[in-house]
């Protein structure tokens, strides 16, 4: 459903078809579905520049996926942990962002995705990088 509304970029109807999707999977009990939402509803928050939403729904997907082994493409999540590193890298968290990238760069490792294993180490980098121009 949210799919559809995000490639139009229509941002409200974004928001309201991933609102449906979760109150959908609240109501059928369906954790991917549930995961789905949370994911779609992270990013109409990462949007509209309310950072602690999108973190917060963030961790509820990963949670979801993580915890409960999901059936869920690999890809997606690692893509969520980009995003809540990101998050978390632009809010001061360097540790935090530090920890979730090398959790990001071990799932790149393990879908043996060379794109994505660089793109794990370029922002590792560019933490290190920052975090070394602060203590000078």
């Avoid at 928001?15 to 959908?24: D, G, I, V």
């Avoid at 579905?33 to 779609?40: D, G, P, T, Y």
Wanted: with cysteine; charged share 25%; proline share 1%.
């Amino acid at each position: 459903m949210c799919r559809a509304a995000e490639a139009s970029d229509d941002i409200i109807t974004f928001y309201r078809m991933a609102k449906r999707q979760l109150k959908l999977a609240i109501d059928t009990n369906n954790n991917l579905l549930k995961s789905e939402a949370f994911f779609s509803l992270s990013k109409f928050y990462e949007r509209t520049n309310q950072r602690s939403n999108a973190k917060r729904l963030l961790e509820l997907y990963l949670e979801i996926t993580e915890n409960l082994e999901i059936n869920h493409q690999p890809e997606q999540q690692i893509l969520a942990l980009s995003r809540l590193g990101k998050i978390e890298f632009e809010s001061g968290n360097w540790e935090i962002a530090i920890s979730i990238t090398q959790k990001r760069l071990n799932l790149t490792k393990n879908i043996k995705n060379i794109e994505m294993e660089a793109n794990a180490h370029a922002d590792l980098i560019s933490i290190y990088r920052k975090m070394a121009n602060m203590v000078r």
